[in-house]
């Protein structure tokens, strides 16, 4: 009785060895690499979902109606070969290309980017990023099969940023029709070079090449022998596993490798490092004007002037950012440069500001005294972007003109928007990545959704606003201008580096390059190297 | 044995009932949920978040909502993920195949290996007996993500022998399984060795050695066979760290598996997915322990 | 012979651990970026960290902060433990089969979640996560005191007191609660070295202890992702926690032999 139970289970247990190392074959050989990312299991729908880590794969599973030059920043034709402002700035019309179909055989027509355009603003979608791009829309009409006419109700410049950007990227309908909300993310079908062959949350994402694809931007290769053809999307949130994976092999290509790593890449010869700037908001901190002792600007300006951004530089980011001085970095349109410099770091003067403020130790403690105790400063520590780094040195930093720093860390968005929403706090980090400053103003226009600076200025809301209406770029800038000047002047951030997304390549890959936006790859030009 | 199957049926209903009423009210205690934050990254006003949530019952009382979940349960329906959209038996369903595979791979080598280190730390010969020592030592006082770093370094990045990551293929589970058994070798090693140093001191084994049987003999017939008990309890102990284990080591391997999902459905506040992973933890949970008692049985009838 | 040299170190440690940060000079929140990662040398004797403070100040330092959450999350876990699994004794047959719902439906949820959503809900801080770990401590703790306290209550010597007549309360505090004080120290020990681990492992899942907080776990954590640069940075606490799970597990097992 005993004898046979055991032997039973010996098969059992020898059977489950068996089918476990079957291993999955593939029967055509494939140009393949392994791409490594820093995604959590979420969601991937680019209509839906706003991280940066989706577009780094669906930039190339789709098209938009316009692309950016990645050499030039100049917006060029994509699915739509030309596009007309009308002359009060209210409706865009789009000539769209011809003969382009879906991976699904869908047609690509003018209704099927209404239906696109239908779907990012229904509310059902609960877009996250994509609805906010289109700005003042307000519907479209389609002319003609291949003509469409997109109309705001206010003119809104940005328009041909946001359709240059994988949010707005043009799906097939059938294909989001027939699944759900939901259950579309699995099965995306797009006109890109690659086509979405599968996602398994927490473990890879497949895309493969599309042979039929010829209706790709200027700056998109043709394919030959040695593209890539196949891409295996792999997910590593444990940031110390990063560089042993492409060090060992496993990965190929592996974004967002910690700065110490990369530096410490520099004696490997089969490892290249890629350092890719992101233009944008630079990592930065916003001070809460509503709250004591941040509302007193002098305050505000005297904790920026005692902070020393070249030494938070030199070791969380190993010297690979720069510093940055302004709301915009420098790959960003219309970068005041200006800014650069202001607030320089300055211990003896930021004692002296707060001094003159009255904020003396009275008490010999060591900190500034407030009304009730010390001056205390409480920071909201989001988990991403290093920023847990960096406020241990801004903590040690600040503690030496005698401010106290209480960290208040958040392990998602969700509870640092609860930590946002109760309002104690003085400073909090948050930023968006993007070429045009339109983005500026979600942040500092009194109404905007980020204003969580509780700031207003009828001065800077006029700029902000006028800046995204007008057409001409010139007038643009100096708007821009005058909109960072403002920002600084009233020391509203505390800017501390420029992003730099740090890539390595193993000696596999040849061509990986970076589109405008410094986040997405351009994987449609990627070869393998032909020595084999 | 009918009724000691009945008794036990309705003691894991019990048990799987209170683990999952716990976890409910535990989660309900947490402010917002991964609706809400999707919604207010959308920028979606008060209205629409309440609509939302409305849709989706989540304004209800709280304790309508648990009727309706636990009914739901028992249809076998348990809900959608908030954060994917996807059913959670679904996404269970996709990572439970590395999980389990991984966990049965490494129990089944920390057996092998902690019962030979634990009759090697009682050897007469103190060589072996001072190696298998400080094995066990080490195994039982390391933290694990510490070990797995040193196991990718030397053997992963340094010889290149084996993958740190992949799944499926048999050579990516080596370092993996390598280093969860290792540790829970650790365990199982120690109270083999506790047990077989009191049963050597016990009298019949003594009366054993008196009638000239030979060490051999005595330790496989006598000793092992009355040291198997603890260690089966011990097995069953050592789910829980082997959980635990599991997500550091699917996060240093970036393997995909229960354990990671469990780590990131929590941070998210995705509570189906969560309430999910629960019932399916504390099911395989009370299977492991039900399996311990009855091979309990079958080693000592007396019991 | 073994357990004087286990139970020495730990003496040595906590004096040290106590003791030591009064004397030195290097300030474990100092930042020096100049001298940011640099090797061991006679002015730091453990070298420096990424924003260049002194490692051993921090090691240190760091000591208190774990032992003193070992401490704590194993008292609250002994403590809750230890009340719960003696209860039966003094409100009878019933409240044993409630005790055994409740502790197994509590073994079967994983402790690890049981302390990201404590630690959600709490804040990170040292004492939320000390009692986050110590929470999820709780059910093996009354598993294994209910197991002992059977075991001593199945005992000649308690069968003989009750055949005396002595009273269920005085059987239960006089009688069945000494006998369970070994076994029950020596399990404190285990429960001890778990919760060293577990406050570690919540520092590696990166919602531990505060950043900055000099922390053994945590200065493990920071010196496993600068292992490729600072290889130096993560031995010490590796190690310290190391030798200190296995002192405390010898120290306690022959406590409980003791006893």
Known sequence: ??????????????????????????????????????????????????????????????????????????????????????????????????????????????????????RIVDPETASQRAKFMLGPYVGYEVIDEYTIRIDL?????????????????????????????????????????????????????????????TWGPTFYDLPVDNSVEEIIFRFFDDEATRLLAIESGDVNVMGELPPTDARALGGNSQVQLLPVDVPGQPLQFMFNTQQFPTDNPIVRQA???????????????????????????????????????VYEHNAQQARELLAAQGFVDGDGNGFLDAPNGDVEIVLIVPPWGRVPQVVQLLQDQWRDVGIRVQLDQVPNFNLLREAVD??????????????????????????????????????????LQEAVVIADDSQRRLLYLEAQRLIMNNALILPIREYRNLNATDSTIEDLQFDAYGWFPILNNVRLTTSG | MGQFMIRNVISVLITLWFAVTVTFFMLRVLPGDAISAQLIQAGATEAEIIGQRDALGLNQPIIQQYVDYMIRLIQGDMGDSLTVGLPVRLMIQQQISPTIFLACTTMIVAIIWGVLLGIGAVSEATFIRRVCQLIVNLAISTPIYWTGTLLIIIFAVELRW??????????????????????????????????????????????????????????????????????????????????????????????????????????????????????????LYIITNLIAEFLQKIADPRL | MKVKVAFLFLVILVMVVIFAPIFLNNDPFSTNPEISLSAPSTQHLLGTDLFGRDNLSRFLSGGRTTLGMAVLSTSFAGVVGLTVSFLPLLFGKWSEALLVIVMSGLL??????????????????????????????????????????????????????????????????????????????????????????????????????????????????????????????????????????????????TLAALT
């Open chain 1, 303 to 341: 904790l920026i002037i005692a902070t020393n951004r070249n030494a938070i530089v030199d070791t969380v980011f190993q010297g690979f950012s720069s510093v940055a001085w302004g709301p915009l970095s420098e790959g960003s349109l219309f970068y005041n440069r200006q800014m650069v410099g």
């Open chain 3, 108 to 253: 079967a949820i994983p402790g690890i979640m049981v302390a990201l959503v404590m630690i959600t809900l709490l804040g990170q801080g040292i004492y939320q996560v000390a009692f986050a770990v110590g929470l999820s401590q709780i059910a093996p703790t009354i598993q294994i005191c209910r197991a002992t306290r059977l075991q001593v209550q199945a005992s000649d010597y308690i069968l003989a007191s009750r055949a005396l007549g002595a009273s269920s309360v005085r059987i239960a505090f006089f009688h069945v609660f000494p006998n369970m004080l070994p076994m029950f120290l020596g399990y404190l020990g285990l429960v001890m070295s778990y919760s060293i681990f577990n406050s570690a492992a919540l520092s590696f899942l990166g919602i531990g202890v505060p950043v900055g907080t000099p922390d053994w776990g945590i200065l493990l954590a920071e010196g496993r992702t600068l292992f490729s640069v600072a290889p130096w940075m993560s031995i010490f606490p590796g190690v310290a926690i190391s030798c200190t799970v296995l002192a405390v597990n010898s120290v306690f097992d």
């Open chain 1, 153 to 213: 109700s206010q003119s809104y410049i940005p328009l041909l940023d946001a359709f240059s950007q994988v949010y707005l990227s043009i799906a097939s309908p059938t294909a989001f029709n027939e699944y759900s909300r939901n259950r579309y993310q699995f099965f995306q079908v797009g006109t890109g070079p690659f086509r979405f062959v599968e996602y398994v949350p927490n473990d890879r994402i497949v895309i493969r090449r599309w042979e039929d694809y």
């Open chain 1, 1 to 118: 009785m005993i004898r046979k139970r055991i032997i039973i289970s010996l098969w059992l247990i020898i059977l489950v060895v068996l089918v476990g190392c079957s291993s999955e074959n593939n029967d055509v050989q494939l140009n393949t690499i392994v791409y490594g990312l820093t995604l959590e299991p979420s969601g991937i729908d680019p209509h839906i979902y706003q991280s940066a880590e989706l577009g780094i794969v669906l930039r190339s599973v789709y098209d938009t109606l316009v692309y950016r030059d990645p050499e030039t920043l100049e917006i060029i034709p994509g699915l739509a070969t030309s596009w007309v402002l009308s002359d009060d700035g209210l409706s865009y019309t789009f000539s769209l290309r011809e003969g382009v179909t879906f991976h699904d055989g869908t047609p690509f027509n003018a209704q099927a980017v209404g239906a696109n355009l239908d």
């Open chain 2, 162 to 283: 084996f993958p740190i990551t992949g799944n499926g293929n048999a050579k990516s589970l080596i370092l993996p399984v390598s280093l969860l058994s290792f540790h829970v070798s650790g365990a199982i090693a120690r109270i083999v060795q506790i047990n077989l140093n009191e049963i050597k001191r016990a009298s019949y084994i003594l009366v054993a050695h008196a009638k000239g049987l030979t060490a051999q003999y005595i330790l496989y017939r006598h000793i092992f066979r009355v040291a198997l008990l603890p260690i089966i309890s011990v097995i069953a102990l050592q789910y829980g760290f082997l959980l635990s284990g599991t997500v550091i080591t699917e996060t240093l391997f970036s393997r995909p598996g229960l354990g990671s999902l469990l780590l990131s459905a929590t941070q998210n506040q995705d509570y189906p997915l969560v309430q999910g992973l629960v019932v399916l933890t504390a099911t």
């Open chain 1, 422 to 463: 109760a309002g104690e706090y003085n400073l909090v980090s948050f930023d968006t990545p993007g070429i045009d400053p339109a983005l500026l103003n979600d942040y500092f226009i009194t109404s905007g959704v980020r204003n969580w600076m509780g700031y207003s200025n009828p001065e800077l809301d006029a700029i």
